[in-house]
């Protein structure tokens, strides 16, 4: 019976490796009839066993292979753990039934139990995404203590087994948790990317998992690695074709490239008297407190900075200088992760700047005069499907780094990212 069921898991978990890609929308009609055949073959022993543990398992695992909540299986699990409360299985499925159902306290307790059996995969990390999908602590510290707790479980389990795409796989979404929550520290950034690497190198089912793709893709687009993004929620489509968030989240991309590429060249459709007479006001003294000798840079350099023009600034960081220039458009396209602006300098030239983890009642206005200390410039070349952007942008990774109108912004300004989860999905 056990191994019934386990190729019941087999042929789910590594549908693509005896199907196309082209065969991706079948995919769940195709698992819901094996399960019906693997049911009904579990069915016909039940006279026999219907009150083993064991039996009960195997039922309980057979239902659980469908995406959604089953009464059945949770009577069924329950009862397994009763008759045999050391079976780490039945407490791991019964966890995954009650997330299934929203009931993320039970799924815990479940989890932890199996622990308490026995040190596990499974159970380590469905407890670090159980974590990480619980509301949030009111209390700051106590949030950040669970989410470290929620990638040492992770990090637990890929130990454990090494040759484990799953579990490499969610330790992956655990550092992305982690880079979030705690200050973007790049390093994060790459050991997420690392295990999502890691598990698609090891793992074939890993590499076909539309959620690997879709959450490294959002990474991606935080990044501004814009090519990789579109290609990750291309792939997340493409793997499970009844989700229409990636399909979504690829095309308003696309749509957001194509605004800021029709706003550069345009300069935000501003007239060119009116943009002559912004740009009569365009003087050293906008840079306000960036003039002081006293001046502290956000690198911690401490001194005056000389004012550049967006065509003499390098890529990468520009020490000890600062970009000046007016706003000519804004733009808050769908789905956006950086509030994005575009600026004309006194030579007339137009550079897009975007901005990161501003609060909802931040902005700023056509015509503001904004200072960006030490700017840190990238040149984006992207191409996807039959589409081409090629235009260079300034990153700012907090509204508190700018100096708008001769002003500092004040700390209201900021909201930090955050990661949203869907039960049972990561």
Known sequence: MQELVDDLYSFRDRYFESHGVEDAGRKQKDVAQEMAKTLKRLEE?????????????????CLNVAPGFSQTAEECLSRAVKLEPGLVEGWNTLGEQYWKKGDLTAAKTCFTGALQQRKNKVSLRSLSMVLRQLPPEEDAQEQSKRILESVELARQAVQLDVTDGTSWYILGNAYISMFFTSGQNPQLSQQA??????AEKIDKASSMNPDL?????????YEEMYSSALDG?????????GWEDAREREKQLLNYLDQVIMLIENKGK???????????S???SALGPCSSPQFRSPSGRVGSLEPRSFSSLTHGHNGGVAALGKVVFSLASEGRMAFTFGMVDSDETCCVVMVYNTADSWGV????????PEPQVKRHSVTHKDKSYDFRSIRVDSPLLLIVNGKRQVMKSQSAAFVTYKPQSE
Do not use: C, W
């Not at 022993?45 to 695992?61: C, N």
């Not at 990317?193 to 890691?198: K, P, R």
């Open 270 to 280: 501003v007239k060119a008297r009116r943009l002559r007479n912004m740009l009569s």
């Open 365 to 372: 206005l056509i015509g503001d005069t904004v200072v960006i």
């Open 193 to 198: 990317l690392s295990a999502y690497a890691q």
């Open 45 to 61: 022993k039940e006279d026999l066993y219907k009150h083993s543990a064991q039996f009960l398992l195997q039922r309980g695992r």
């Open 213 to 221: 793709h879709f959450n490294r893709a959002t990474l991606f687009q």
């Open 233 to 241: 929620f291309r792939r997340a489509a493409a793997l499970d074709p």
């Open 282 to 284: 365009l003087s050293t």
